[in-house]
Nanobody, 115 residues
């Protein structure tokens, strides 16, 4: 069974840090990414990383967030620094499985930034 399980969300004050983790299982994954969806808004890409480690970021998080992955144990991370209230959202782990033409999503992890 191909699945993604996230952890690490929570509440933090503005300027704080959080680290999201995603454990992938059941296949070899290609590009992986973090998306987020704020209340009343569409889901948006936060950061993406290829199997080889090339990454790109949404302009709104550049310089504050860092995406990384460990292919040996199929883990994806998002280090979030200098958090702002507008970062409040449900964050979703995403992965594609090229060999099976499959896209997989995690269950979502709530991040709340508030004073």
């Amino acid at each position: 069974q191909v699945q993604l399980v996230e952890s690490g969300g929570g509440s933090v004050q503005p300027g704080g840090t959080l680290r999201l983790s995603c454990v992938a299982s059941g296949s070899i994954f290609g590009t992986m990414a973090w998306y987020r969806q704020a209340p009343g808004k569409e889901r948006e890409l936060v950061a993406r990383i290829t199997y080889g480690g090339a990454s790109n970021y949404a302009d709104s998080v550049k310089g504050r967030f860092t995406i990384s992955r460990n292919n040996a144990n199929n883990r994806l991370y998002l280090q979030m620094n200098s958090l702002k209230p507008e970062d409040t959202a449900v964050y979703y782990c995403y992965a594609n499985v090229p060999s099976r033409h499959l896209e997989v999503w995690g269950q979502g992890s709530l991040v709340t930034v508030s004073s």
